[in-house]
């Protein structure tokens, strides 16, 4: 089976590790700092905090913003749940907005109906690879007086008008080991906030700024320099990888073009890095997803059951009617795009989408003529 995933790891990533093994520091120390450098560097921002996953990354922005029980945050539900967790972890209340049919992102032009007084910070996730429509939601943002928390676990270096995902306003990234680059488990927090950057360093260390000097009420959610040391090679490669991830998208755009499917799309201005290449494949998904995977292509949803229809959150009353985001649920599929993929096995996905595709997808074209909203193409 030709996996979904398969992350870049070498004799460079290897001598890493054993380097630090052998120095004895392997908790968080200099790998862990020069990797936070660089990686702000590179998102162009004054801070990035190594975090020890994604989640807790975002979690930790919303506790530093002093988010809790009576706030609301606005942010969708097309998403991996550990968007929705990280709010409500906290006591606020994710409040869940449709997505646009065509880039299955926050859909901007919903997002002042959904605002009440508790609203405190609006949260896109730049899914898949793509920034949200950040010109329009940094405007409402301001105009309500609301925090941009972006979600770009997904988003390593996409780019909106030349800027990193993750520096419009606090940013929170996933090292996990599937994304576009990795450190097994880890995060980071980007932000320029000064003040936000040393409350989440004493956060993230138990409080303690020096030993035993118990600051804040903290966590532990450390970085380790073994993980670091992973993250600087990974660096390394982001660019080169995330060409070949483009490449790659531009071949199965090119193949797939006289298909009846939804391809991915880049509005102007952006530059999408393919963490997925999601294809709206029509209401024989399930069907397809299946032949795909018997000729030996491991396809998959993202995602298949929303948040707000998985039975914790509803049992919480975070009720939505979202249409887009279950249709997009229920039709799209997304095909292996990592850097590792060869010719040959881009060849046989290829083929195998459109046979599968021919075969049950014919008759449905998918129509995409959801009303849209757009400031940014
Ligand atoms: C959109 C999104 N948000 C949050 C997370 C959470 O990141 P992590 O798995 O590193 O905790 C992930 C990744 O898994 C993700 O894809």
């Known amino acids: 089976m030709i996996p979904i995933a398969r992350p870049d790891l070498g004799p460079e990533e290897a001598a890493a590790v054993v380097e630090v093994l052998s120095s004895g520091m392997i908790a968080q120390g200099r790998k862990v700092a020069e990797l936070e450098t660089r990686w702000a560097e590179f998102c162009g921002v004054r801070h990035a905090i190594a975090m020890s996953n994604g989640t807790v990354a975002l979690m930790s922005i919303f506790a530093g913003l002093g988010l809790g029980p009576g706030d609301e945050v606005i942010t969708v539900a097309h998403t991996f749940a550990a968007t929705a967790n990280a709010i409500l972890f906290t006591g606020a209340r994710p409040v869940f907005v449709d997505i646009e049919p065509d880039t299955y992102l926050i859909d901007a032009a919903r997002i002042e109906a959904a605002i009440t007084p508790r609203t405190r910070a609006i949260v896109p996730v730049h899914l898949f690879g793509l920034v949200a429509d950040m010109d329009m939601i940094g405007a409402i943002a301001d105009r309500y007086g609301l925090v941009v928390v972006e979600d770009a676990c997904q988003a390593h270096g996409a780019l909106y008008r ?13 090292l996990y080991a599937t994304k576009n680059m990795t450190t097994a488990e880890g995060g980071f927090v980007t932000t320029n906030d000064d003040r936000l950057a040393d409350w ?17 009420l903290g966590f532990n959610f450390r970085m380790t320099d073994v993980a670091a040391a992973i993250g600087l090679i990974q660096l390394d490669k982001l660019e080169r990888n995330t060409a070949r991830r483009q490449a790659i998208a531009a071949r199965y755009d090119e193949a797939f073009s006289d298909l009846p499917v939804g391809l991915p799309v880049t509005p102007d201005g952006r530059t999408h ?105």
């Open 200 to 216: 989440l360093r004493l956060y993230r260390n138990q409080g303690m700024r020096t030993r035993y000097a118990f600051e804040i």
């Open 273 to 377: 890095v393919f963490h997925q290449y999601t294809l709206e494949v029509g209401p024989e998904r399930d069907t397809i997803l299946a032949e795909l995977r018997e000729a030996g292509v491991g396809a998959d949803v993202y995602y298949p059951v929303p948040v707000h229809r998985q039975a914790y959150i509803m049992e919480r009353g975070l009720h939505a009617d979202l249409p887009v985001t279950d249709r997009a649920a229920a039709r799209t599929i997304a095909l292996p795009i990592h850097p590792g993929l060869g010719s040959d096995e881009q060849a046989t996905v290829i083929a195998a989408v459109r046979a599968a595709v021919g075969r049950h997808a014919a008759s449905s074209r998918v129509d995409r003529t959801q009303p849209m909203a757009r400031t940014s193409r």
């Open 162 to 174: 030349g800027r990193r995902a993750g520096s419009f306003g606090h940013g929170a990234f996933s």
